[in-house]
Each structure stands twice: as structure tokens, then as C-alpha cells.
């Protein structure tokens, strides 16, 4: 049976499809886009994930969080995601962190992946995301979803504009819980997401590396503007010194 499990993926992918399956990949956040990009790298086959949220399942996540029922409601997402994702394919080794990612932890969490998808909603864990990212080398997938818009870009430390060259701090941030959010967004949003990982790890040709995609889907208006590198950067400066 696992021979036949990729079957249809390989005849895409060919050879290629085995760099998915020595894959280790860290997702932070598991909610609307978290929980459908690790649902989709578990049906990928990646060799291990490593899911982080601090956050329990509440039943206003149901209407978009894929991999939870009425049963997951109050349980740790990151333990729940695990348990769902295991009946789904046993060969993925899974490691769930229910915490807050920091600097103090971000290391010990996430130092053996190979590439990070963010999946969260606020912009310091994406701020603490990049700095890590950065100084370690280790290329991540920024994606986010709002209404029914969502944007995506891949940041490749020394090859591409950092997260903080582009993304400034929000004066009031607000999240899905207060703006509102579409399933339709975060499945379109997550989809994209776990391609342009494909495309990084099988290919090695990351579609929005450098770029940012905007999608619009209530108009449906779809675009990618190339990103530029600020010398004012503080966290491309400080990697510089």
C-alpha cells in the first residue's frame, strides 16, 4: 500500500517526489491556513512535521479549520493536529508543541527543520519567525489571510529581502477573531502555500522568492510585486555585523 500511496503525486513529480519524503518541516500556527498546509504535507508524505500553537479549539474555529470536529473542541490544537494527522498517515513522524514560540524557545523548536511555513495572524511571531530564519539560513513561507484576501512570499536568507525589509509593525493589529475570515481564503491561501513549498524542495525553484502575491478573491484579483531589500533594515543590519 505505501508503494501505491504517492503513485499519482509521483507521475507528477517523478524522482523529485523523494526529496518530500526527507522533508522536515515546521508549521507555526495551526488554524485556518496551519491546519490545511499540515494536512496537506501529511498527505504529501513529508518525513517529519513539527507543529506549533499555543491555542485550544474553540467552536468558532470549525467553519475553517480543517482537521478539528465538535470532538476537538478545548483540546490543544498542536496535540489534536497530531493525533487527527497520525490516523491519516502513520509514516510522518509529528512533534506538537503546545507553547508560544520566542526567542527563547524558537531554537529548540524549530533548529531541525528544513523550512518553515508560517501560518500565524500576528506580525512579533512573524518578527521572531524572521530573525531565527535569518540568522540560521533556514528558508520560510510567509502566508496570511484576511476576509477574503490573503498574501504569501518566500523569504530566502542572503537571496531574497527579509520579512522586516518589507512588512512594517501594524499600529493596531487585529486578527481573524475580530476582522473575520472566509474558508475559502485560507484553503485557497494554504493550497498555494504548501505548492510553493513543492516547488522549493522538489524543484528548488521557489515561485515567490523575492516577491509578494496578493490575492483578492471576492474580485478576483491576483497579483505579484517584486520586494526590495531596506539598507535601514534592523535585522538584515544585524546580521550583517
Same mark, same amino acid.
Given at each position: ?8 503525486? &509521483? ?14 518541516? *515546521?508549521?507555526?500556527?495551526?488554524? *485556518?491556513?496551519?491546519? %490545511? ?17 499555543? =491555542?485550544?479549539?474553540?467552536?468558532? %474555529? ?11 473542541? *478545548? ?19 509529528? %512533534? ?7 526567542? /527563547?524557545?524558537? *531554537? ?9 511555513? =508560517? ?11 524572521? &530573525? ?86 471576492? %474580485?478576483?484579483?491576483?497579483? /505579484? ?17
Amino acid at each position: 500500500m505505501r508503494s501505491l500511496r504517492y503513485l499519482r503525486q &509521483e507521475r507528477i513529480l517523478g524522482k523529485e517526489s523523494k526529496k518530500l519524503r526527507n522533508a522536515s518541516v *515546521g508549521i507555526v500556527g495551526i488554524g *485556518g491556513i496551519g491546519s %490545511n498546509s499540515a494536512l496537506l504535507c501529511t498527505q504529501l508524505g513529508v518525513e517529519k512535521l513539527i507543529l506549533v500553537d499555543r =491555542d485550544f479549539v474553540q467552536v468558532t %474555529n470549525l467553519s475553517r479549520q480543517s482537521l478539528f470536529s465538535e470532538r476537538s473542541i *478545548g483540546k490543544p490544537k498542536a496535540s489534536e493536529a497530531e493525533k487527527i494527522l497520525h490516523k491519516i498517515n502513520s509514516d510522518v513522524d509529528i %512533534n506538537a508543541y503546545q507553547d508560544q514560540l520566542s526567542h /527563547k524557545n524558537v *531554537g529548540a523548536i524549530l533548529g531541525e527543520t528544513g523550512v518553515i511555513l =508560517d501560518c500565524t495572524d500576528n506580525y512579533d511571531t512573524r518578527k521572531i519567525i524572521n &530573525e531565527y530564519a535569518w540568522s540560521n539560513k533556514k528558508t520560510w513561507i510567509f502566508a496570511s489571510a484576511f476576509g477574503m484576501e490573503c498574501m504569501l512570499s518566500t523569504v530566502i536568507p542572503g537571496k531574497t529581502p527579509c520579512f522586516q525589509c518589507w512588512a512594517k509593525e501594524p499600529e493596531v493589529e487585529s486578527n481573524c477573531s475580530e476582522a473575520g475570515i472566509m474558508n475559502t481564503t485560507t484553503a485557497f491561501i494554504s493550497s498555494l502555500q504548501i505548492q510553493e513549498m513543492v516547488n522549493l524542495l522538489c524543484f528548488g525553484k521557489p515561485v515567490f522568492a523575492g516577491s509578494l502575491f496578493y490575492g483578492d478573491l471576492r %474580485n478576483g484579483i491576483f497579483h /505579484k510585486k517584486k520586494l526590495k531589500t531596506q539598507k535601514d533594515c534592523a535585522c538584515c543590519r544585524k546580521q550583517k555585523a
